[in-house]
């Protein structure tokens, strides 16, 4: 189970899908149709939102969420008290973006991402090497 993408297929008639699961802003949430970005979208409600044109039979309509990585939810400063709600705010942006590499991982660690890679490495080696 993914835990921040799904992929419909396209049936040429469906606009309308569902987002399901949670993100921080809107404009996290990434729409791809066949690996193209599918330009803008309309939000229905906040878990559906809806394409300008229905994707052709057998499109793939990839629905991700991408956190921002490059800046802290909230920023901290000296002296000043932190709230319950800047404190779930920075919890949940580093959740998912857990979530998000893990999914781009599979659900493999990294270990044993680099462990399979090592050794297709020297399945290769052995191969050349012949």
Request: charged share 25%.
């Given at each position: 189970?993914?835990?921040?993408?799904?992929?419909?297929?396209?049936?040429?008639?469906?606009?309308?899908?569902?987002?399901?699961?949670?993100?921080?802003?809107?404009?996290?949430?990434?729409?791809?149709?066949?690996?193209?970005?599918?330009?803008?979208?309309?939000?229905?409600?906040?878990?559906?939102?809806?394409?300008?044109?229905?994707?052709?039979?057998?499109?793939?309509?990839?629905?991700?969420?991408?956190?921002?990585?490059?800046?802290?939810?909230?920023?901290?400063?000296?002296?000043?008290?932190?709230?319950?709600?800047?404190?779930?705010?920075?919890?949940?942006?580093?959740?998912?973006?857990?979530?998000?590499?893990?999914?781009?991982?599979?659900g493999?660690?990294a270990?044993?991402?680099?462990?399979?890679?090592?050794?297709?490495?020297?399945?290769?080696?052995?191969?050349?090497?012949?």
């Amino acid at each position: 189970m993914a835990y921040s993408h799904i992929t419909y297929a396209g049936d040429g008639v469906t606009r309308d899908y569902i987002v399901p699961f949670p993100y921080m802003k809107s404009e996290d949430v990434r729409v791809a149709i066949n690996d193209e970005d599918a330009g803008d979208v309309t939000w229905i409600t906040p878990g559906t939102l809806q394409l300008a044109e229905a994707p052709e039979p057998g499109a793939s309509v990839r629905i991700q969420r991408i956190t921002d990585k490059e800046s802290a939810a909230v920023k901290f400063q000296d002296g000043s008290v932190l709230s319950e709600k800047e404190l779930d705010l920075i919890v949940t942006q580093l959740l998912y973006i857990t979530q998000e590499a893990y999914d781009a991982l599979d659900g493999e660690t990294a270990v044993a991402a680099k462990d399979r890679a090592e050794q297709i490495l020297v399945e290769v080696t052995e191969l050349y090497g012949k």
